[in-house]
């Protein structure tokens, strides 16, 4: 018997003392945030490597599986590998082989890649020749195998450097992955007169509800103010329209959770995206912060 008891507890301490190795290989547009996002992995103690060509990924994953010093990295591939990532499909099934491993495409709308592009001034990497409009637009194409094997699609349209870290450190902070509300949830405001957000998921139209802009003292506020608050939420339909969205949102976020979705944005519109949708969005954001998500806001087009 106490040979048996001092097996099992050689086992145990050998188990605990296998440390658990990972490779991220982080892909995408160019200007998505590629460079901010490997970055965020390097200060998480990911030995990182930028642009490490394909045909060495699977010398690089058995590297990680059996070197002493290094458990978790990650590596950027991206259009500068050319036609040959057509063979990046068959590259993962060769290196998930050897470990565990997780593709992250970090994209973002053509609008945003050409403002940064023209922010920095710096030239697409697919050449000169084409306008950058033009170079992301065959840039989406060449990353379509890519795109159709990643686990994790994030939408960087809506970030800035510091959404972006504090979302890295989230999902892959040691024991972050593991928890069921590992989800970032994004609720804006917007006006329909100004057309649908492009990377909404999700849109409510709250235009059903009385609007605070044809009463005179409440035209100049939004509906952060108390009084304007107060005034949408005087209405029965607000009250029920909170809860029944309330409901939907927690029954569906489980299972987009549940299917590897990390990010998603739900869009709140009103007619002039200052009042009705304004105060929806706050008030859903406390709601679902009270069930356990990581919730942020924001509002297109209120007034600043």
Request: no cysteine; proline share 5%.
């Given at each position: 018997m106490a040979t048996k008891l001092a097996a099992k507890s050689s086992k145990a301490i050998a188990d605990r003392e296998i440390p658990t190795r990972e490779l991220v290989i982080l892909t995408g547009m160019s200007g998505s945030g590629k460079a901010s996002a490997l970055k965020a992995f390097e200060d998480l103690g990911y030995y990182s490597v930028d642009n490490?060509?394909?045909?060495?990924?699977?010398?690089?994953?058995?590297?990680?599986?059996?070197?002493?010093?290094?458990?978790?990295?990650?590596?950027?591939?991206?259009?500068?590998?050319?036609?040959?990532?057509?063979?990046?499909p068959a590259i993962l099934k060769q290196v998930r082989k050897v470990l565990p491993a997780r593709v992250v495409f970090l994209e973002a709308s053509d609008e945003a890649i050409v403002r940064r592009f023209s922010e920095t001034r710096r030239p697409h990497p697919l050449g000169r020749g084409e306008t950058v409009l033009r170079s992301i637009q065959a840039e989406r194409k060449r990353l379509d195998p890519v795109r159709n094997v990643a686990d994790i699609l994030l939408d960087t349209t809506r970030f800035n450097v510091h959404d972006l870290r504090a979302h890295i450190n989230s999902q892959f902070e040691r024991g972050g992955g593991k928890s069921d509300r590992n989800l970032t949830i994004s609720v804006t405001s917007f006006g329909f007169k100004n057309g649908v957000p492009t990377d909404a998921d999700l849109v409510f139209d709250v235009r059903f509800l009385p609007n605070p802009h044809f009463v005179p003292e409440f035209r100049k506020l939004t509906g952060k103010h108390p009084k304007v608050a107060k005034y949408i939420r005087q209405f029965p339909q607000t009250k029920e329209f909170l809860d029944k969205a309330t409901d939907m949102l927690t029954f569906l976020l489980p299972h987009y959770i549940k299917e590897g979705k990390s990010y998603l944005t739900v869009g709140i519109g009103c007619t002039g995206g200052q009042h009705r949708s304004v105060m929806i969005t706050?008030?859903?954001?406390?709601?679902?912060?009270?069930?356990?998500?990581?919730?942020?806001?924001?509002?297109?087009?209120?007034?600043?």
């Open positions: 490490l060509p394909l045909e060495l990924i699977p010398r690089f994953a058995d590297l990680v599986l059996k070197s002493a010093e290094i458990t978790r990295a990650a590596l950027v591939v991206d259009v500068r590998e050319g036609i040959r990532l057509d063979r990046f706050e008030e859903l954001k406390k709601r679902l912060g009270a069930a356990g998500y990581r919730v942020k806001t924001s509002h297109r087009d209120m007034p600043r």
